[in-house]
């Protein structure tokens, strides 16, 4: 057999090329190491590519470089390159057990190398890096709402970091409607003590399984989410933005009782004889038709939420104490609108965030405020580079980060998100996705490189992910784990 094989054959620091010889299988995303004879050095690489040797017939493999362990066992980014000739082979279990010791505590996986899986090599996300900002991108059916699920449930065991959560469909609470054998958040054996579920089923749902039922104020909501949920003109912009210093109990209370075609106008004189006088004159020079359509959407998301919204309950203090307590809050509204998702959301992340900024301010320091992370479903919804519907959201991804508050933004379309947006994001799980404009979108913004990692990507089976993240030194290939089968080892631990 050719010498060659299995003897590193060129290299830089960017890249290293080995021979293994033909019939020995070998798969994208396979982790090895290099070993420097001379200085003891592991140099550790992932296969990024392939092609046949004509000279050896056997298969030239290209590495990339995610790191090296020197004799002290300090692992570091690679600066310089092995010897050629060195001789490459896989992981053994002490280098698994190095490689864990990166790991975080929010465990939602295991390790892959290439098609298998590195069962005693679990992959966790740091809580500390959730105040950063993450992103999940996939197509429809790679396994987002698994992912989830399963980083749920390792926060409900941890409880290092607050995190909030909507559900319009239903799924996470008590799992996917349908399926008897699926299961949700409330089925985890410590969901009584790190799962606080607010919904508005019906009262023997939320008697069966725990759940409070959600209770949004008027006083919790802003005028200025009208832009969120509707395509609004620049007249109803107008219209907004002179009504954003007044108290949103007395907007409300003007455009539910009042008839803005009897207002007076700067061409009308007749006396405006109702409860609100300083509004109406604030609005007297609006437009009427932008009067009337603010009145009638005002109107239509009252209806939308009409389950939930009143005009002195509100639910916003148990949220906020429970996200204190670091549990998991689950916001559980089966069949809501995308309009009225989007206005309770934008309520209960306001309220987060002004309590954090308040107590930054206050006490001179995030580290107080604990860390939160707000998860937005179909987040390019709201931030769009082209949408003007961003709301306190876009403030979040800009500012939370001192705060202590971090968003989890959620979509199949990151190319549409704006670019100063990921940005700010630290952390990245790419489940597969088929769009090379999506790819080259990740791959731009995310803090490892993940160009060389295009062809991984591509290939990626439902349930894989490629996470790139600052609480990690190198990219991971990550099995996500099936939350039914994640729960039931959950179960096992705590019996």
Not at 269 to 275: H, K, L, P, Q, R
Request: proline share 5%; glycine share 8%.
């Amino acid at each position: 057999m050719d010498k060659r094989f299995h003897l590193l054959t060129g290299t830089d620091v960017l890249a290293y090329t080995w021979i293994i010889p033909p019939g020995e299988l070998i798969s994208v995303g396979e982790l090895a190491v290099i070993i420097d004879k001379g200085t003891k050095t592991r140099y550790f690489t992932r296969v990024t590519g392939m092609i046949h040797d004509h000279k050896t017939g056997g298969v030239l493999v290209t590495g990339l470089p995610i790191g090296c362990v020197d004799q002290d066992r300090t692992f570091r980014k690679p600066r310089t390159i092995p010897p050629l000739n060195s001789p490459v082979r896989p992981l053994d279990a002490g280098e698994n057990i190095l490689l864990r010791d990166f790991m975080g505590e929010l465990e939602i996986g295991f390790m892959m190398s290439g098609n298998q899986k590195i069962v005693d090599l679990p992959v966790g996300i740091p809580s500390s890096v959730l105040n950063q900002h993450f992103g999940v991108f996939a197509t429809t059916g790679m396994g987002k709402s698994n992912l989830m699920k399963v980083f749920c449930a390792s926060a409900i065991i941890t409880r290092t970091a607050g995190i909030l959560l909507t559900d319009p469909h239903g799924e996470y609470a008590t799992g996917q409607p349908g399926d008897p054998n699926s299961r949700g958040l409330v089925h985890h054996p410590k969901a009584q003590d790190g799962l606080c579920v607010f919904t508005i089923r019906n009262d023997d749902t939320a008697l069966e399984y725990g759940m409070k039922h959600l209770q949004i104020g008027h006083k919790d909501l802003s005028i200025a989410d009208l832009g969120l949920v509707f395509d609004l003109t620049p007249a109803q912009y107008e219209v907004v933005n002179l009504l954003v210093p007044f108290s949103t109990n007395d907007v409300i209370d003007f455009f539910i009782n009042e008839d803005v075609e009897s207002l007076p106008s700067h061409l009308r004189t007749t006396a405006y004889i109702g409860n609100h006088q300083d509004i109406a004159q604030r609005v007297r020079s609006a437009p009427s038709d932008a009067l009337r359509l603010v009145q009638r959407q005002i109107r239509t998301l009252l209806d939308l939420t009409a389950l939930f919204v009143d005009s002195s309950s509100s639910s916003l203090p148990e949220i906020l104490a429970a996200l204190d307590e670091n549990k998991v809050v689950l916001i559980d509204i089966p069949g809501m609108s995308d309009a009225a998702e989007l206005f309770v959301l934008s309520a209960i992340s306001r309220a987060i965030f002004r309590e954090r900024q308040r107590r930054f301010i206050e006490e001179g320091s995030a580290v107080t405020n604990g860390r939160t992370l707000i998860s937005i479903e179909e987040a390019q919804r709201v931030l769009s580079q082209r949408s003007e519907k961003t709301g306190i959201f876009r403030e979040i991804a800009m500012e939370g980060r001192k705060f202590g508050v971090g968003l989890g933004v959620i979509t199949q379309q990151p190319k549409n998100i704006d670019q100063r947006v990921l940005a700010q994001m630290n952390t990245f799980f790419v489940m597969g996705l088929a769009d090379r404009h999506d790819r080259e979108t990740i791959a731009s913004s995310a803090k490892h490189d993940l160009r060389v990692l295009d062809t991984e990507i591509q290939t990626l089976d439902m349930g894989d992910a490629v996470i790139s993240t600052v609480g990690i030194p190198f990219p991971v290939s990550c099995h996500i784990h099936y939350f039914e089968d994640y729960l039931d080892e959950l179960w096992e631990s705590a019996s």
